[in-house]
């Protein structure tokens, strides 16, 4: 029996790779790509999975358009006769934010709250939504324990605020209306398509092309690492065997800070480390983040699959062999990790 899912944000990095896992493993499902396609959202991510005409044996379906269109998510989800929405679409660039503020609450906390009533509205079987470990707020470098599904939210910046407050929306609407919801938080994403703002990216294609790496001046902050991939195949579980209303941490337990992140890289492409530079914090700059996945692995089977070395060492491979995939995009974020005063630059 065949499943049609409307996945937003399906041009951004994590939403087109899922789109070419589900593509991959789910044959006979179809998959309604949306994306605004924002600075950061490349039609060109799902290349792979549509032929000219947008549109590939009727599997795989791109649609340009915004999650705050009502009008529009209700057509498709009518038209489409969608099963299951699936909702990466979000403003999630930290830096960003804080110039920016009022785009992340706009797209994150009102797109998603328009998601929710236009499935509400039409009803779907399953409103799936993706969030960030973020929302919980920051870890002291040396706090033994791990954010679980019952923490609290305590978000420090715009954009985990604005995710946090998406998340309750989700949540607000399987609780009133009885939308079959589920939530999965998860760590940061590292892999391929991933836009060349975000820290791993942005220090191989500066690599590549024998520019500086600038590194926070809070060297030591550290984050968990998750190959996208193997966040997909967590989603993938969650559609699957998850319970409505749950929500399930996605993590590796593989915490790696700034620096070692840059030396790793540097190491990979036989670069001296002098290509190292401080620059200054940003405001609010958590220190570390962390997940108890214990949930997800015990009650649906999910593990990692993908090991931190291997995944680095293929993550750099791949951005080192597609030049023509990152180098027309350089420049074009609108934030310069460089200097910050009073969160401006």
């Not at 994306?35 to 549109?55: I, K, M």
């Not at 470990?133 to 605020?161: H, I, K, Q, W």
């Not at 994403?189 to 809070?218: C, D, H, M, W």
């Not at 984050?223 to 559609?239: F, K, N, Q, S, Y």
């Amino acid at each position: 029996m065949s499943t049609t899912l409307l996945v937003t944000g399906a041009a951004g990095f994590i939403g087109s790779n899922f789109v070419r896992y589900w593509h991959t493993w789910h044959p006979a499902d179809r998959v309604v790509a949306l994306d605004a396609l924002t600075y950061a959202g490349l039609r060109e991510n799902l290349d792979d999975v549509l032929d000219a005409s947008g549109d590939d044996d009727g599997r795989v379906t791109f649609v340009h358009g915004d999650i705050r269109d009502r009008g529009l998510i209700e057509s498709l989800l009518r038209e489409h006769k969608v099963d299951v929405v699936v909702n990466f679409a979000a403003e999630s660039h930290n830096s960003l934010a804080i110039l920016r503020p009022g785009d992340f609450f706009s797209t994150n906390v009102m797109g998603t709250q328009t998601l929710l009533e236009a499935a509400r509205t039409v009803g779907v079987g399953r409103f799936h939504q993706i969030s960030t470990c973020e929302v919980y707020g920051d870890m002291d470098l040396d706090d033994p324990g791990a954010f679980t599904e019952d923490s609290p939210y305590l978000p420090r910046t715009p954009y985990n605020a604005a995710k946090a407050g998406g998340d309750h929306a989700v949540r607000s609407y399987g609780y009133t209306y009885g939308l079959p919801v589920t939530i999965t938080n998860c760590s940061n994403n590292y892999g391929p398509y991933q836009f060349p703002e975000k820290v791993i990216p942005l220090f191989v294609t500066r690599a590549l092309r024998g520019e500086p790496l600038p590194l926070y001046a809070s060297t030591k902050n550290r984050r968990e690492w998750l190959h996208v991939t193997d966040h997909c195949r967590a989603i993938e579980a969650v559609l699957a065997n998850g319970k409505v209303g749950e929500t399930y941490h996605v993590g590796s337990g593989v915490e790696a800070d700034i620096e070692t992140i840059a030396d790793t890289i540097l190491a990979e492409l036989g670069l001296p480390d002098t290509l190292k530079t401080i620059v200054p914090d940003r405001p609010s700059h958590d220190r570390r983040y962390l997940l108890d996945s214990s949930r997800l692995r015990t009650e649906l089977g999910w593990a990692p699959q993908i090991d931190f070395t291997d995944g680095m060492r293929s993550t750099i491979a791949w951005y080192r062999d597609n030049e023509a995939w990152w180098q027309p995009l350089i420049g074009r974020s609108p934030v310069q990790e460089t200097a910050w005063s009073g969160g401006r630059q």
